[in-house]
T-cell receptor, first 117, second 115 residues
Framework: AQSVAQPEDQVNVAEGNPLTVKCTYS??????LFWYVQYPNRGLQFLLKYITGDNLVKGSYGFEAEFNKSQTSFHLKKPSALVSDSALYFC???????????????FGQGTTLQVKP | DGGITQSPKYLFRKEGQNVTLSCEQN?????MYWYRQDPGQGLRLIYYSQIVNDFQKGDIAEGYSVSREKKESFPLTVTSAQKNPTAFYLC??????????????FGPGTRLTVT
């Protein structure tokens, strides 16, 4: 079954320290991967995506993600965390229906990032 | 939250009543989606639409209905048949459903409480 997993419900980090939010996936064919962020009682905001090419993808607000095909992972990273980065983060993978090119996103269950001053 | 509006932000209904959640986008996107979010469960796809007058069931369509009469509008009706309707509902759109590269843009959400 095609799926995406975020193994940590919560990640705690001190402001100024590097942060990593983990994501692993299982898909047939080429993976198309996304990261979104959600602030309380708000919709999701797109951060970055991996389609093909360079394994290190840079996105909004200083975030980046590293695609690792052998480990089927797409971890979100930031060199120096800010208190304002505290939010709920979702990893998602695009899956396709059979032989058609239409697809949908499957989301992980989310990881709460808490950055403390 | 881009060019997607959802209304109302909070909605309260009595059990047994149908309720319709509004979603409008001005991004000229072809594809639109409805998701349900529950704590600790991520987002689950209810319905999606690739073009006007066409829509498909997602993973949890039972107890819900949609229409797509205009490109910019994709309302969701939560019927009395939905067993656990209390949730946060998110509408999204993307340029197209086909093609791998298009990210989805989300509205601000509607929090529905049924008592």
């Amino acid at each position: 079954a095609q799926s995406v997993a975020q193994p940590e419900d919560q990640v705690n980090v001190a402001e100024g320290n590097p942060l990593t939010v983990k994501c692993t996936y299982s898909v047939s064919g080429n993976p198309y991967l996304f990261w979104y962020v959600q602030y309380p009682n708000r919709g999701l905001q797109f951060l970055l995506k991996y389609i093909t090419g360079d394994n290190l993808v840079k996105g909004s607000y200083g975030f980046e993600a590293e695609f690792n095909k052998s480990q089927t992972s797409f971890h979100l990273k930031k060199p120096s965390a800010l208190v304002s980065d505290s939010a709920l983060y979702f990893c998602a993978v695009r899956v396709f229906h059979g032989s058609s090119n239409t697809g949908k996103l499957i989301f992980g269950q989310g990881t709460t990032l808490q950055v403390k001053p | 939250d881009g060019g997607i509006t959802q209304s109302p932000k909070y909605l309260f209904r009595k059990e047994g009543q149908n309720v319709t959640l509004s979603c409008e986008q001005n991004l000229n996107h072809d594809a639109m989606y409805w998701y349900r979010q529950d704590p600790g469960q991520g987002l689950r796809l209810i319905y999606y639409s690739q073009i006007v007058n066409d829509f498909q069931k997602g993973d949890i369509a039972e107890g819900y209905s949609v229409s797509r009469e205009k490109k910019e509008s994709f309302p969701l009706t939560v019927t009395s048949a939905q067993k656990n309707p209390t949730a946060f509902y998110l509408c999204a759109s993307s340029i197209d459903l086909a093609g791998p590269v298009y990210e989805q843009y989300f509205g601000p959400g509607t929090r529905l409480t049924v008592t």
